[in-house]
């Protein structure tokens, strides 16, 4: 891929396409030690702006952040039969500190439900210290065969939550309530629908009783689990005693939930929306939100870059994320190129005539120009925003539904499934499941909540269905 | 020490204060794993404050955010002679990894100036590539073995800035430009006065040509050097082979800093501040400004704990961090030990009599009270909090100079390293510096750049002075 060519075209083979625009738009690299990313400025700041976005809303939510170890005892995963099995082959060992062999090697975490119910084995007595409402931002290492930056890399940053409740009823609570956080920051912000649902059992995260996904359609029709929130019932209170007295006097083990958000976002961002010309970032978490891109010639710069400047401070101070390009090497026509590229939702060309006549271009990432009023920009702008993001997000469901099939014959299935999501009913067992993985790639990615309810054989077997109701299969990231 | 004791007094063992302080106060845990820590919600409310601060100031001086990896291949230590002697005896490292044991062992950051010199040498092409600004929050890993809460932890976080320059000039003027970011936050922020001025050649970090730090004196008269920044010159541009194309179109390496602040500095508030009853926060910075606690028997809980409840609600929407601590199983007078405790800077109490007359009672964690009027507050609260950090700013600066000594004789000397900073003439010689260290356990702190120009005989050997000004030395955490 030569540097002044275009991207590999999305339907000529969309997984190049996506290593070609994320590294390309400069989000990020490759880091020395095998799956492992770095994460570029423009990368970060769109990762950033979902921080932020999430940060507020979980202290919204009551919820305070901490630090735990990024080290954990090995003998920690083995406490949760279910945790150990799924997470033992990822991790990553420290045997050597410090110049010395460690008498007792110690895991990097992938995870931190084990380290955390260690110390609230300690911290919580009674049911005063309840809820425990605690939120991580961090970094985890899973072992990874098949690396992809951002979707799948041995190290990557996420925030992972943490609560323990007295109720089962209080902790299911909270297991919907942060999905419904993770489903407004999809929905409100990125501009990404997708499917909430229940995972099914060979599907859950390892150890809990249950696992919520959200679940994205990229735009080659495959699914990315965007991200999860799990009710871990009393399996690591269990695990790691941890008890409180409550208000009735008796000894009880807490219920506990965890839920994880991750740079993979950044990842379901670029495949939701991009096209051929690059990404097309959502508006809301746009690190540039509108470029600034003079028009000139050696004997009308002095004309059009000052007015370039001040166009862009009068935006800046009205709270916008805007950037001036005004560099000299390059053309019009390569900015225009390169800030598509990145995805940024609006640029504004300003030439010379522009600046006599007070107006400038204003060009949509979407497609479409219109001359403004420079004077009206600063409140025409976030206007623009607006649509922007509702005209993203309805591109993206109305993609999404022309690629959502309901089906019911085995054959059907297995052609659909190479286009897009499919709704179908399922026996519910794991061995046929396998199966359809096996002979199909699809895998059920979760029992949507507002699948209406109903009943029909299984697609593949033909057995009664196991969900009362369809289920949602795809291939998936 | 049992829970309902005081602190242990500061003058009879200042170590076990600190100790009892930060766990009492609930700001951090140990962690399983030998060294390490857990930072809980109080504790890390305070470093988010700071990290908000900081980051703030990193982007207006024009930096961004990035991520490199965790894992650094072991062989890229060696490509710095000193800064691999420096780091080698810290490192932890992973020998085993996805069920396997590794082909080459890679080691957990300690600091990222290897890995990001390797991603620079591909990124620097030319001077238009110049300068690289760049940030990374994250958390670094460096075997320790004497471990102590945020002073000294086997993982910290912290953040780390990297950049590259073409000149010398340029990268010097970083170097002092970023130390003069994280005086503002000392001073103007956590209320710590402090010393910069350059490491001696023992004392700098392991790589650079020179390193600048931030010496504070924490109130047993010692030393925490509370952050660095470092001039690396082309050492780590030469060892990683970063070089760009200059204007002239000649081939050149580019010149280096690097310069971080931990969560050290939460340690660093705690010492500079605190005194017999625990902690005290300053106020800018404090996780909790002002704890507003109800005073009510049963019969008047329903006149006094409402009017508690608007009152905070008022000073939060003026944008003041309040609690409300309505807890019913605690007296007042728990409460007030508590707070004071976890130092937050202002208490309003409220009582049916105040409730009746419109008015609360305001009491500084430095002392005194007031009956203040309630229409007023949230216009008298932000003031008193610009008074609270003067005062407290104030306060450390009058104990750090009372515990700052001239000396020009050696036994002095001796003597007064024990009450705090000593101000010297040193000849500059390395196994001079080490005899001190072993006769007195103080080391050199830095060459204050405030220091004014002079001459004398070193203060142990009598050989003439290296520096042409007194030197800092002071025992050290």
Same mark, same amino acid.
């Given at each position: 891929?030569?540097?002044?060519k275009?991207?590999?075209?999305?339907?000529?083979?969309?997984?190049?396409?996506?290593?070609?625009?994320?590294q390309?738009?400069?989000?990020?690299?490759y880091?020395?030690?095998?799956?492992?990313?770095?994460?570029?400025?423009?990368?970060?700041?769109?990762?950033?702006?979902?921080q932020?976005?999430?940060?507020?809303?979980?202290?919204?939510?009551?919820?305070?952040?901490?630090?735990?170890?990024?080290?954990?005892?090995?003998?920690?995963?083995?406490?949760?039969?279910e945790?150990?099995?799924?997470?033992?082959?990822?991790?990553?060992?420290?045997?050597?500190?410090?110049?010395?062999?460690?008498?007792?090697?110690?895991?990097?975490?992938?995870?931190?439900?084990?380290?955390?119910?260690?110390?609230?084995?300690?911290?919580?007595?009674?049911?005063?210290?309840?809820?425990?409402?605690?939120?991580?931002?961090?970094?985890?290492?899973?072992?990874?065969?098949?690396?992809?930056?951002?979707?799948?890399?041995?190290?990557?940053?996420?925030?992972?939550g943490?609560?323990?409740?007295?109720?089962?009823?209080?902790?299911?609570?909270?297991?919907?309530?942060?999905?419904?956080?993770?489903a407004?920051?999809?929905?409100?912000?990125?501009?990404?629908?997708?499917?909430?649902?229940?995972?099914?059992?060979?599907?859950k995260?390892?150890?809990?009783?249950?696992?919520?996904?959200?679940?994205?359609?990229?735009?080659?029709?495959?699914?990315?689990?965007s991200?999860?929130?799990?009710?871990?019932g009393?399996?690591?209170?269990?695990?790691?005693?941890?008890?409180?007295?409550?208000?009735?006097?008796?000894?009880?083990?807490?219920?506990?939930?965890?839920?994880?958000?991750?740079?993979?976002?950044?990842g379901?961002?670029?495949m939701?929306?991009?096209?051929?010309?690059?990404?097309?970032?959502?508006?809301?978490?746009?690190?540039?939100?509108?470029?600034?891109?003079?028009i000139?010639k050696?004997?009308?710069?002095?004309?059009?870059?000052?007015?370039? #400047?001040?166009? $862009? /401070?009068? =935006?800046? +101070?009205?709270?916008?994320?805007?950037?001036?390009?005004?560099? @000299?090497?390059? %053309?019009?026509?390569?900015?225009f190129?390169?800030?598509?590229?990145?995805?940024?939702?609006?640029?504004?060309?300003?030439?010379?005539?522009?600046v #006599?006549?007070? $107006? /400038?271009? =204003?060009? +949509?990432?979407?497609?479409?120009?219109?001359?403004?009023?420079? @004077?009206?920009? %600063?409140?025409?702008?976030?206007?623009?925003?607006?649509?922007?993001?509702?005209?993203?997000?309805?591109?993206?469901?109305?993609?999404?539904?022309?690629?959502?099939?309901?089906?019911?014959?085995?054959?059907?299935f297995?052609a659909?499934?190479?286009?897009?999501?499919v709704?179908?009913?399922?026996?519910?067992?794991?061995?046929?499941?396998?199966?359809?993985?096996?002979?199909?790639k699809?895998?059920?990615?979760?029992?949507?909540?507002?699948?209406?309810?109903?009943?029909?054989?299984?697609?593949?077997?033909?057995?009664?269905?196991?969900?009362?109701?369809?289920?949602?299969?795809?291939?998936?990231?």
């Amino acid at each position: 891929m030569a540097k002044d060519k275009g991207l590999t075209p999305q339907a000529q083979d969309f997984s190049e396409w996506y290593l070609e625009a994320i590294q390309r738009a400069d989000m990020v690299d490759y880091g020395p030690v095998r799956g492992t990313m770095v994460i570029k400025p423009y990368g970060f700041a769109l990762w950033e702006n979902i921080q932020r976005e999430l940060d507020r809303m979980f202290k919204e939510t009551g919820h305070q952040n901490a630090y735990f170890p990024l080290f954990i005892p090995v003998s920690f995963f083995q406490k949760e039969a279910e945790h150990v099995e799924g997470f033992a082959p990822e991790l990553a060992i420290v045997t050597h500190a410090g110049g010395q062999d460690l008498e007792e090697p110690f895991a990097v975490r992938p995870t931190s439900e084990t380290v955390i119910g260690h110390m609230w084995a300690n911290w919580i007595k009674s049911y005063r210290d309840l809820p425990q409402l605690l939120n991580q931002w961090g970094n985890v290492v899973r072992w990874e065969l098949r690396p992809r930056p951002f979707l799948r890399t041995t190290e990557f940053l996420w925030q992972e939550g943490h609560t323990a409740h007295a109720t089962q009823e209080e902790a299911e609570e909270e297991t919907h309530r942060m999905m419904g956080v993770y489903a407004t920051l999809f929905r409100e912000f990125a501009a990404i629908p997708g499917w909430e649902g229940k995972k099914t059992e060979s599907e859950k995260f390892a150890g809990a009783v249950y696992t919520i996904s959200y679940e994205a359609m990229m735009r080659d029709g495959k699914s990315l689990q965007s991200c999860t929130s799990h009710y871990l019932g009393q399996n690591f209170a269990k695990a790691f005693e941890i008890k409180f007295q409550d208000k009735d006097l008796e000894a009880k083990h807490v219920h506990t939930t965890s839920w994880g958000f991750s740079t993979r976002s950044v990842g379901a961002v670029v495949m939701a929306h991009g096209d051929d010309k690059g990404l097309i970032m959502p508006p809301r978490l746009a690190p540039i939100q509108i470029v600034v891109v003079p028009i000139y010639k050696q004997d009308t710069r002095e004309q059009v870059v000052p007015a370039a #400047e001040s166009l $862009t /401070a009068r =935006l800046k +101070s009205a709270g916008l994320r805007v950037h001036l390009d005004d560099r @000299d090497q390059h %053309s019009p026509g390569f900015k225009f190129n390169e800030w598509e590229l990145k995805g940024v939702p609006y640029r504004i060309e300003l030439g010379p005539r522009d600046v #006599e006549a007070g $107006t /400038a271009v =204003l060009a +949509s990432r979407l497609g479409g120009k219109e001359t403004v009023g420079l @004077d009206g920009l %600063s409140s025409l702008i976030p206007a623009r925003i607006e649509s922007f993001h509702r005209a993203l997000y309805q591109r993206a469901l109305e993609f999404r539904d022309a690629h959502t099939f309901v089906v019911d014959d085995y054959q059907a299935f297995q052609a659909k499934v190479e286009e897009g999501f499919v709704k179908a009913f399922h026996c519910g067992e794991k061995e046929c499941e396998k199966q359809i993985k096996e002979e199909t790639k699809a895998t059920t990615r979760c029992v949507p909540f507002d699948e209406p309810e109903a009943s029909g054989k299984c697609i593949r077997c033909g057995k009664p269905n196991g969900y009362g109701r369809r289920i949602l299969f795809a291939r998936a990231y």
